[in-house]
Structures are given as structure tokens and as C-alpha cells.
């Protein structure tokens, strides 16, 4: 599951882009929130048209994707973060907005509940 909260922020393309080649193991959920711009722009490229891609956009309900989903790949937004912790699933945190959220991710990663993910390269070795 790739999310960057309600405004679809925080790398998803590139993240997105660099777990397609995985397409033919893995299912990949990339919810972008209420940024239907960036939704449509997934919808129209031809490489994220397979069966194991769900683009998705806003949903009420994300903790029940949550409680269907292995690894959660988002930027650090309190509130995302805390509906993945209380789920106990696993938390890759990728380009947190500058501000709270870097305090966010310091924290979850010193604690040992997160990972932080420098550079999209590092993907390969979740």
C-alpha cells in the first residue's frame, strides 16, 4: 500500500514506479487521496494497466484497507501513522513533508516502530 494522506502527497509517483516491476508478485494499492490530478494521471499511463494495480483514490474506510494490506509506504502524517501503528502494520516512511512530519518520522524510526526510506533506490531492499 502506497498513500501520501488525503492530499496524495509525498513521492507516490516515484514510489509507485519503482514497485511496478514487482507487478506480477505482489498486489500494489496507491491511494492518492483527494488529488484526483495526480489519480487521473496514473489512470491515463499505460504501465500502471495490469490486474494487480489498484489506483484508488479518497476513501472513508482506510483503516479497513489497512487491515488487508502488508506494508504501508507513506510520508509520516500523524494521523496516517497512527491508524498503521494501531494495526501493527509495518510503516516505510518516504519524503516526510518538512515540519511536523520530519519530527513525525524521527520519532517513529528512533522508537523502532518506522523505517525511513532515504532515496527511492532503496526499495529494491525492504
Known amino acids: 500500500m502506497v498513500m501520501g494522506g488525503g492530499l496524495g502527497l509525498g513521492g507516490i509517483q516515484t514510489l509507485a ?3 511496478i516491476k514487482w507487478k506480477e508478485k505482489i498486489n500494489i ?3 492518492t487521496g483527494r488529488n484526483e490530478r495526480l489519480r487521473r494521471n496514473f489512470l491515463k499511463n499505460e504501465v500502471y494497466h495490469h ?3 489498484q489506483i484508488i483514490g479518497f476513501v472513508e474506510h482506510i483503516d479497513k484497507w489497512m487491515e488487508a494490506t502488508d506494508i504501508l509506504i507513506t510520508k509520516s502524517g500523524g494521523l496516517t501513522c497512527f491508524e498503521a501503528l494501531t494495526k501493527g502494520l509495518p ?3 518516504y519524503q516526510p513533508i518538512p515540519g511536523h512530519e520530519e519530527s513525525n518520522c524521527d520519532y517513529l524510526v528512533n522508537e ?3 523505517i525511513k526510506i532515504d532515496d527511492s533506490t532503496n526499495i529494491d531492499h525492504l
Do not use: R, T, V
Open 112 to 114: 523502532g516502530l518506522a
Open 29 to 31: 494499492l496507491i491511494f
Open 51 to 53: 490486474p494487480n494495480i
Open 91 to 93: 510503516l516505510f516512511i
Open 17 to 19: 514506479y519503482k514497485l
